[in-house]
């Protein structure tokens, strides 16, 4: 089967990766079920790279419609130690400006109806996520961010702006919030909010993958009390003005990753997490897991 090191996850606007040579598409399945679309491997920079459209391709899932689990485990069966997710997010802080980048090192988890998890049914796993996104991985889009504002001529301190940390408040959707629960999670200490991370940036942990997240701040939420209130179109427009930016960033960090490969806390998360050890699971539980404990 093909191998890939880094893996990317396209959200709203990234349905396909521009910079990926030799692509090839793979319909996979999963003891999880079948992943949003097919995945598509190639090369970016020489780099090993598998693509997945987190909505598929046209947007045909709702975020709670995500097969986060089936998404996290192709990526896995491809061999793929280092996630990079592409996000749109709201703002809930005023130096969060539409059109920014955010790399959230915190979440915050609201979501209410989605697998969250590897294990049950035969396995128990308790991994650790005090710090879920790894600092390597978010440190090569933070690089890549100022090579490409650099080669664009606009520097990160000008109009548009990196923020290197923030926790990220993931809501289960599809609306988007109203004015109490907006002001709510600010009062949480959330910096951006979104619909997707969570349970990705979990599975991923399970996965022993290395995750990180370029988040695209397209608006105000409803907080703002002179900015105008988020809707579709607002947060699609600004989305597609960043489109272009996201691509040359990702494509980048790809290239840091490759040249580096650095080991991360997360490739041993499971470690110390497994209660149930596998000569303890039954056939089919060890079966089912094969891909993650190995």
């Known amino acids: ?81 280092y996630v990079l997710s592409v996000s749109a997010v709201g703002s809930l802080r005023e130096e969060f400006k539409p059109l920014d980048l955010v790399l959230p090192d915190q979440f915050i988890d609201l979501t209410k109806r989605r697998d969250s998890s590897f294990f049950g049914q035969g396995a128990v796993a308790h991994v650790s996520m005090a710090q879920p996104v790894c600092a390597h991985v978010a440190g090569a889009l933070a690089r890549a961010v100022h090579s490409v504002l650099a080669a664009e001529g606009t520097p990160a301190s000008g109009k548009l702006a990196l923020h290197t940390s923030g926790t990220y408040v993931c809501i289960e959707g599809p609306q988007f919030s109203s004015q109490a629960e907006s002001h709510w999670y600010r009062s949480m200490g959330a910096g951006v909010i979104g619909m997707t991370n969570m349970p990705e940036a979990k599975l991923a942990r399970e996965a022993q993958m290395a ?84």
């Not at 691509?247 to 041993?268: F, K, N, W």
Request: glycine share 8%; with cysteine.
């Open 211 to 294: 995750y990180a997240t370029l988040a695209m701040v397209t608006d105000y939420d409803c907080w703002h009390p002179v900015e105008a209130h988020v809707t579709t179109n607002m947060a699609l427009a600004n989305l597609l003005q960043n489109a272009g930016r996201a691509q040359r960033v990702v494509a980048e960090a790809i290239r840091l990753l490759g040249a580096e490969q650095p080991v991360s806390d997360a490739h041993s998360a499971l470690h110390n997490a497994l209660v149930t050890q596998p000569d303890a699971m039954a056939p089919e539980v060890r079966q089912r897991l094969a891909a993650l404990l190995a």
């Open 1 to 81: 089967m093909t191998q890939a090191l880094v893996g990317v996850i396209g959200g709203s606007g990234l349905y396909q990766m521009d910079a990926l040579q030799d692509a090839q598409e793979h319909r996979m399945d999963t003891p999880f079920g079948a992943p949003s679309d097919v995945l598509v491997t190639g090369r970016v920079h020489g780099v090993a790279v598998a693509f997945v459209a987190r909505h598929g391709r046209g947007h045909r899932m709702l975020p709670g419609e995500v097969p986060y689990r089936a998404n996290i485990h192709a990526l896995k069966q491809l061999g793929v130690r």
